[in-house]
């Protein structure tokens, strides 16, 4: 008997134990948006956590960018915990007085190389609508 209530206290604790599942979306890589109005500009998410903005072959951000004789950092800020996903893409300027910047969008993931970010002058989006949404491609 006391094997018994022994096993089945174990089986119940074994039981009681959840796994965990989530697993985080990769965002490192090159993302081009796609569609005839935003074509050819985009973002690269690095692994060390620089954010760099492109358009028509000119690349800006990442570490140490300097930009009319401005220089900072351009970095992102991911929170896969929010639904939907938010992203920022904060510039940090090196002058304090300057402070930083922030782009804050919501993230959509379509496919496994595919997201769409929403995103709204300096405030951060509530939903995904036709004018506030661009689907990017990782390359």
Partial sequence: MKKTIAFALIILSLCSFSVNTF??????????????KDKGSGFIFDADGYAFMFKNGEKLGGKNFNIKGQK?????????NNN???????VSFKDAKKGKKKMMM????????????????EVR?????????????RE
């Fill in 72 to 80: 900072g950092d351009m970095y992102y800020v991911i929170n896969q």
């Fill in 106 to 121: 919501l993230v959509k993931i379509v496919d496994n190389n595919t997201i769409s970010l929403a995103a709204a002058d």
């Fill in 23 to 36: 697993k985080p979306f990769n965002f490192v890589g090159k993302w081009e948006a796609i569609g005839d």
């Fill in 84 to 90: 939907p996903i938010t992203i920022d893409i904060v």
């Fill in 125 to 137: 989006p509530t939903k995904f609508t036709k004018e506030n949404t661009i689907t990017f491609k």
